[in-house]
């Protein structure tokens, strides 16, 4: 038996070439939450660290596509660079307008990209960051040049905002971020380490239901939960919890790096007190780990590109940096993805 060549992959880069954000025009407050459930001010403050968060206004026909549009067109704009430079786009959303086709292939062309690649990638609140592991390793092989990599969810839809709801739709928000990334011959740029997890067995912590099978043994089937965010609260938190900085040590040893050696930490924003532990437990300044949960809630996908993009546009992140991007969510699922800027 002859045996084939192991080919190795190009020596090749990648840069961050642009970034972009959206957030919808309707600002829900935790006051406006007063007025619709027993709940206050105090109560989601102390528990989140959420005072605002935003949500689409279906009248005025806002969704995932239209979030997601404006996050690349942006992005596309800071990299100087038009929808037709690019040979592939991977939306990262659990918000998809239809089942078929994928959102991306209606978001290529609202950019005005010719014959790019696309495609949805679902992950839960994982997967933009597992979208940019993808993304790098198609690079990586040669084959893609030019690759978008947008986060967008609009979970409002999947909320009840009533009593029903008091336990989730105080949590999250909708949002759009976008990455531009691109092959570059300096091979010192790009991704240093990464890790990509799971654990099915505890899917019935955070799911959405949408029929009635889908509801786990020893939970009465309820048709009004169909389409609804079911989330064990106290379990998903006591796993991140643990998780996250476990994670993150992972990364950081991978890559033979101390704590201190990262610039920034740019964290899925699920909960405030979750990211004050990590922060504590690496010893980190609260500049190397950006937080605006309090603005914008958990807007899954698009929570990591959405931090990333603004802390950008302050000029808070620049070349030469590294940079570890960190979420977990459904599935269970979480992540990171550490690059060199």
């Known amino acids: 038996m002859t045996l084939r060549p192991t080919l190795e992959p190009p020596r090749v880069g990648a840069r961050l070439a642009g970034t972009g954000s959206a957030t ?3 600002v829900l407050t935790n006051a406006d939450f007063e007025k619709m ?16 968060r935003r949500i689409i206004d279906k009248s005025a026909d806002e969704n995932a596509l239209t979030l997601a549009t404006q996050a690349l067109t942006a992005a596309l704009a800071d990299a100087r660079m038009t929808g037709s430079d690019l040979d592939l786009l991977i939306l990262a959303t659990i918000s998809m307008e239809m089942h078929c086709p994928p959102t991306a292939c209606q978001l290529i062309a ?4 010719q014959n790019c690649g696309a495609y949805d990638l679902s992950a839960a609140c994982c997967s933009f960051v597992f979208a940019m592991n993808t993304a790098w390793g198609l690079i990586r092989s040669g084959m893609y040049r030019n690759v978008a990599v947008v986060g967008a969810d609009t979970i409002s839809t999947f909320m009840d905002y009533d009593s029903r709801g008091r ?17 570059t011959d300096d091979t010192s740029k790009g991704l240093i380490a990464q890790t990509m997890h799971s654990d099915g067995n505890r899917w ?5 239901p949408e029929k009635m099978s889908h509801f786990p043994e020893g939970v009465e089937p ?22 996250f900085p476990d994670v993150i040590a992972q990364t950081l040893d991978a890559a033979d790096l101390k704590p201190d050696e990262v610039d920034h930490y740019i964290c899925h924003q699920s909960n405030a007190r979750i990211l004050e532990a990590a922060r504590e437990r690496f010893g980190l300044p609260k500049e190397k780990l950006y937080v605006n949960i309090d603005r914008y809630g958990n807007t899954v996908s698009a929570s990591v590109p959405l931090c990333f993009d603004e802390l950008r546009r302050a000029g808070r992140v620049h070349e030469g940096q590294r940079v570890m991007f960190v979420a977990f969510g459904g599935g269970l699922t979480w992540g990171t993805s550490l690059w060199q800027l």
């Not at 459930?37 to 403050?45: G, L, P």
């Not at 609202?110 to 990209?113: E, K, N, R, T």
Request: hydrophobic share 45%; aromatic share 8%.
């Open 24 to 26: 919808p025009s309707r």
């Open 204 to 208: 019935v912590d955070l799911y959405i």
């Open 37 to 52: 459930m027993d709940t206050s001010d105090e109560w989601i403050v102390q528990r989140t660290g959420i005072h605002t």
């Open 167 to 183: 336990s989730t739709a105080i949590l999250f928000g909708d949002a759009a971020g976008a990455v531009i990334m691109r092959a």
């Open 110 to 113: 609202a950019v005005g990209g």
């Open 222 to 243: 309820n048709p009004e939960a169909l389409h609804r965010v079911q989330m064990n609260g106290k379990g998903v938190f006591k796993f991140a919890v643990s998780t």
